[in-house]
């Protein structure tokens, strides 16, 4: 085995073993905090019930029903708030299955060249995505944006969004 080879295969062992500990270290992190936001889910689901109990007894107390309805906006707020792990969670997948793929292809020296197999996994990695984020920051990068432009182009797309949705009186 020549000088560039033996290069070549400590890239690719490296990368492939770099590649392994992020997605360990991923796979930790949402593991750890399944369990955070079950505990923190059955507390809303909780209120929730409370919220209905209160709903069904027949008071006369209006301090009594605007604790309630207060109680049901922060509930009903609460759960909507909720939807970032839903949406964490399927980013932190989406990088996971990123990572696996990559390490996989690299590991094949018939792989490192062949344009095709890159292309392949562009191809799938595109498609796998369900955000729009998610493609935006997929095509910035594809595009050679770096990774603080890509960031920043989101952020803009997200403001002009987030303007768009303003209704003016």
């Known amino acids: 085995m020549d000088q560039q080879q033996q290069d070549l295969f400590c890239f690719r062992s490296e990368a ?3 590649l392994l ?4 270290q991923l796979t930790l992190s949402l593991n750890q905090s399944d369990q955070d936001i079950l505990e923190l889910s059955q507390v809303f689901q909780n209120l929730a019930n409370i ?3 209160l709903e069904n007894e027949k008071s006369s107390s209006s301090k009594l029903d605007e604790l309630h309805q207060q109680i ?3 509930v009903n707020n609460g759960v909507m708030a909720f939807q970032f792990y839903d949406r964490l969670t399927q980013q ?5 299955q990123t990572m696996d793929q990559l390490s996989h292809l690299i590991q094949d020296n018939d792989n490192l060249a062949d344009e095709d197999k890159w292309q392949g996994l562009r191809t799938q ?3 796998s995505y369900s955000m729009e984020s998610e493609h935006q920051i997929f095509q910035a990068i594809m595009d050679g944006k770096t990774k603080q432009q890509a960031l920043e182009l989101h952020r803009q797309l997200e403001q002009q969004q987030h303007d768009d949705d303003v209704e003016l009186f």
């Open 92 to 96: 932190l997948s989406h990088i996971q």
């Open 72 to 74: 049901q906006h922060s």
């Open 51 to 53: 919220c209905s109990k």
């Open 125 to 127: 990695l595109k498609n």
């Open 21 to 24: 500990l992020c997605n360990t």
């Open 16 to 18: 492939s073993r770099l």
